[in-house]
């Protein structure tokens, strides 16, 4: 094999490094709740915060990692992440997005709420629409 060791684990056996990285996950989460202005959190918004501390966590390079330059996301995908395109807006954000439209009084913005970027090359990001409740992705 290629250096990678399994280690299947028995019931409650533990393991501590898997351990620490679900804490850093958890206490990720956690701040980003605490940023937010809601009450009450939707499920989809919660389910979308853990993917967005997921995109962040691989979007650095890890000190115990495979490679001391390259993140995972690099790795896998090849992308690097640009500042300028990615970090635009914070999770949470109310923002308006445009929708398609005809030349009629037919609104042309709609309110949603920014999730995450989607790290492709042109910058969009996924978002919460508020009309549909969906995830879409704009520029």
């Known amino acids: 094999m290629q250096g ?4 299947i684990t028995g019931k409650d056996e533990h393991v501590p490094e898997i351990e620490r990285f679900i804490r850093t996950v958890k206490e990720r989460v956690c701040a980003i709740v605490n940023t937010l202005l809601f009450e009450t959190l939707p499920y ?4 979308k915060i853990v993917y967005n501390t997921m995109f962040w966590l ?3 390079p890890h000190k115990d990692g495979i490679h001391l330059a390259l993140s995972p996301c690099t790795i896998v995908t090849g992308l690097t992440i640009d500042y300028d395109k990615h970090c ?3 999770f949470g954000t109310y923002v308006q997005v445009h929708e398609q439209h005809n030349n009629s009084m037919i609104p042309r913005t ?3 709420i920014a999730l995450r970027p ?4 042109q910058g969009s990001y996924y978002f919460l629409s508020l009309h549909s409740g969906k995830c879409i992705v704009h520029n």
């Open 88 to 90: 635009k807006l914070q």
């Open 58 to 60: 691989n979007c650095v």
């Open 44 to 47: 989809r918004l919660a389910i």
């Open 110 to 112: 709609s309110g949603a």
């Open 4 to 7: 990678i060791n399994l280690n």
């Open 118 to 121: 989607t790290g492709n090359a």
